[in-house]
């Protein structure tokens, strides 16, 4: 039986293990024997230029990449394929043109062959949650990029998955909606203990949304950062990074810069 975890409650989350993880396309090496231990609950945001594998390594996560050389483990456990426990969210948003916000939404759970009453009322507390009451009935094209990706975000969460894998969801918007959506995320993010890998090529976005930041170039792991202590996300809000003053925000903007 498939158990839901409306906003309020939440599963343990999973935690990831890289091993020389090597990956690449064509015979082409992205990056190259990366070791890594994503701890179970934490944000860990991947910042990197563009092709410095960011989003390959996510994919690995994901299990829709397998490695070239080395491996990747969810709890112990190799990753062979993709899995509910992981839910993906994309820059494209994805959803289904001819389906309401509502009917994108409970689309997870009808593939899991939740009842009908179920998912009708996880899909309610998540548009409420993501502040999309009101628009229940609408359809992807009535939507501004903002609330297509909060509709996103709800998707992925509905099915309480343990880690949410999120590729540049915000990148494609602009300054004032991608504000909008990181308050959005960060405020969800208090109520679900899953773990989060975020990519982005934003160091601010990195710096707000962040218990660690890794930091990808040279198709190695180039540097690995402490912002919060991790899984500490009712204090996301706080003015307070890693023990330090708000100030040390520019010592470790500078530091990630450095690395890039």
């Given amino acids: 039986m498939t158990t839901l975890a409306p906003p309020g409650q939440a599963r343990a989350g999973l935690g990831f293990t890289l091993e020389g993880l090597s990956l690449g396309y064509g015979g082409r090496a992205v990056v190259r024997e990366i070791d890594l231990h994503v701890v179970p609950g934490e944000v860990l945001v991947v910042v990197g230029a ?4 960011k989003s390959t390594l996510l994919r690995a996560l994901a299990g829709l ?3 070239d050389g080395g ?3 969810a709890d112990g456990a190799e990753i062979a394929g ?3 426990e992981r839910a993906m969210i994309f820059q ?3 959803l ?5 916000v509502r009917r994108n939404i409970e ?3 009808r593939i899991r062959k939740v009842g009908r009453r179920e998912r009708a009322a996880a899909a309610r507390a998540w548009i409420e949650r993501v502040g999309l009451a009101g628009n229940e009935d609408r359809l992807p094209r009535e939507l501004s990029g903002g609330m297509r990706q ?3 975000l709800a998707r992925a969460l509905v099915a309480a998955p343990r880690a949410v894998l999120m590729d540049e969801p915000f990148g494609a918007l602009d300054a004032q909606t991608r504000a909008q959506m990181q308050r959005v995320l960060l405020d969800v993010l208090r109520d679900t203990r899953a773990t989060v890998v975020f990519v982005t090529h934003d160091v601010d976005e990195a710096l707000l949304l962040a218990d660690r930041v890794a930091v990808l170039g040279g198709q190695g792991l180039r540097a690995l950062l402490d912002v919060r202590d991790p899984g500490d996300r009712a204090g996301r809000d706080v003015p307070h990074l890693g023990g330090h003053d708000i100030d040390d925000r520019a010592g470790l903007r500078e530091r990630i810069l450095k690395e890039l």
């Fill in 82 to 84: 993709p899995s509910a």
């Fill in 96 to 100: 289904l043109p001819w389906r309401t």
């Fill in 92 to 94: 494209d948003d994805g």
């Fill in 65 to 67: 990449l397998r490695p």
């Fill in 71 to 73: 491996s990747v483990h």
């Fill in 150 to 152: 909060r509709v996103q």
């Fill in 50 to 53: 563009s092709g410095s594998g």
């Fill in 107 to 109: 689309l997870p759970l």
